[in-house]
């Protein structure tokens, strides 16, 4: 099969959809961490953060472009957190490059 995350953008694994544009997809994690929880993702495979690069990093920076809509959208005026895990240390878990969204009740200080 291919990739979890390009099926999920492709539609052909459903997803709860909370954006989409040409660059970035976002849906709601299957496993919430928080009351608000979203995956925000490039339309294109890049396989963690250690893969961007000149080429493809307009899609990290239309991620970043999103994020802030996507909070207000959530009403996350009370703050948030993005977090990307990157590699086995970091418990990347799909590797399809992906920010958590991490929002709606006072978050836990320790990220580590
Ligand atoms: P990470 O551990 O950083 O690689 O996060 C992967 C996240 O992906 C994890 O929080 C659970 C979520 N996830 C895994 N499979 C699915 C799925 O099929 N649908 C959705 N919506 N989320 C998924």
Redesign the pocket.
């Known amino acids: 099969m291919d990739c979890?995350f390009c099926e999920?953008i492709k539609g052909n694994?459903p997803?709860?959809k909370v954006y989409e544009d040409e660059y970035v997809y976002a849906?709601?994690?299957?496993?919430p961490?928080a009351p608000v929880?979203i995956?925000v993702v490039p339309k294109v495979h890049i396989s963690s953060a250690d893969e961007i690069n000149a080429e493809n990093s307009v899609y990290v920076a239309k991620i970043f472009e999103v994020i802030p809509e996507i909070a207000k959208n959530e009403s996350l005026g009370g703050g948030y957190r993005v977090?990307?895990?990157c590699g086995a240390d970091?418990?990347?878990?799909?590797k399809h490059l992906?920010f958590?969204i991490l929002g709606g009740a006072q978050l836990i200080e320790k990220m580590g």
């Open positions: 979890l999920i694994i997803s709860s849906f709601r994690d299957i496993n961490q929880h995956l977090i990307t895990n970091a418990c990347q878990s799909v992906h958590h």
